[in-house]
């Protein structure tokens, strides 16, 4: 195999792998309040980390999960909008 073909394929594989990470990612959402204690995807809504792993309590409504787009309602999650407008009424 000479040198263009070996980087024609890794260039292939490169957009393939792209595209997957793109669909993948298109047919998830973001579902607040069902994560439970150290089970959370990434950064909360109060800012205090910004990791996976790291909530403390279950179901903490600024803490959330990549779920099946569509699924969140039914397991009893909300959106970031609704999440944010819980947070607010908590702390007033």
């Given at each position: 195999?000479?040198k263009k073909a070996?980087?024609?394929?890794?260039?292939?594989?490169?957009?393939?792998?792209?595209?997957?990470?793109?669909?993948?990612?298109?047919?998830?959402?973001?579902?607040?309040?069902?994560?439970?204690?150290?089970?959370?995807?990434?950064?909360?809504?109060?800012?205090?980390?910004?990791?996976?792993?790291?909530?403390?309590?279950?179901?903490?409504?600024g803490e959330w999960?990549?779920?099946?787009?569509?699924?969140?309602?039914?397991?009893?999650?909300?959106?970031?909008?609704?999440?944010?407008?819980?947070?607010?009424?908590?702390?007033?």
């Open positions: 195999m000479n070996i980087i024609l394929a890794g260039l292939v594989a490169a957009v393939s792998a792209g595209s997957i990470t793109t669909a993948h990612a298109a047919s998830k959402e973001k579902c607040y309040g069902i994560a439970k204690a150290a089970q959370n995807d990434c950064a909360n809504l109060a800012g205090t980390h910004s990791c996976a792993g790291q909530s403390k309590l279950d179901n903490d409504i999960k990549a779920v099946a787009k569509g699924t969140c309602k039914e397991l009893g999650g909300h959106s970031k909008a609704e999440a944010k407008k819980l947070v607010k009424a908590q702390k007033s």
